[in-house]
């Protein structure tokens, strides 16, 4: 229907999480009409991530050096370890300020329907920092559904018995939210998680 070139940017546009065939089609639209140099800089820009960006040989987050910037800074609190299912969960982490520890980042959640068990994961690399760290706390900060709930189920009960100290985020209502539009786990979460107000 399209010129060659023209289809086979759609089809790899389209291999994008996310981008369907339509969001792909208006993409290379779009690419189209920009200058040269547009879409050169974008190339260039896709091409050096490839080349330059690994994973950290400690914590497996998204780095340009063997460590990342967290695990190469000596003012952070080696003892604490958050643990984390993707590297984009780190900055959502760091964007509140309030955590000055390390990280680890599994790469995923255990979920059998997609193949995924405890051997696909980092587990056995967060296991293998706890002495040389002196980790005295392990913050599970997977997400808030099945697969994280599972996940973070499976490493307190590895950790638990190793010494450490094992926590979770609490999770619950959203600030400004309406209890009406809960569903029943966050609503669930909100009383399992609730705080006394007020003096003694």
Do not use: W
């Amino acid at each position: 229907m399209y010129a060659d070139a023209v289809q086979d940017a759609i089809d790899e546009l389209g291999r994008l999480p996310g981008v369907g065939p339509k969001s792909a089609q208006r993409l290379a639209f779009h690419l189209m009409k920009l200058p040269v140099e547009d879409v050169e800089r974008l190339t260039t820009a896709l091409t050096e991530m490839k080349r330059k960006v690994r994973f950290c040989l400690r914590c497996f987050n998204i780095s340009e050096n063997e460590l990342c910037t967290v695990c190469a800074d000596s003012r952070r609190e080696a003892g604490i370890i958050c643990v984390v299912e993707d590297a984009r969960d780190i900055v959502a982490v760091e964007r509140t300020g309030e955590f000055r520890g390390r990280y680890h980042v599994l790469g995923g959640a255990i979920s059998p329907i997609e193949g995924v068990g405890p051997d696909q994961l980092h587990i056995s690399e967060l296991l293998a920092r706890l002495d040389p760290e002196e980790v005295t706390e392990v913050i599970l900060a997977t997400n808030p559904n099945i697969e994280g709930e599972a996940t973070a189920m499976y490493l307190a009960r590895l950790l638990e018995p190793l010494g450490v100290m094992v926590t979770k985020v609490a999770s619950g209502l959203p600030v400004g939210g309406d209890l009406e539009y809960a569903d029943e786990l966050t609503l669930g979460r909100a009383l399992e998680g609730r705080q006394r107000l007020g003096g003694a």
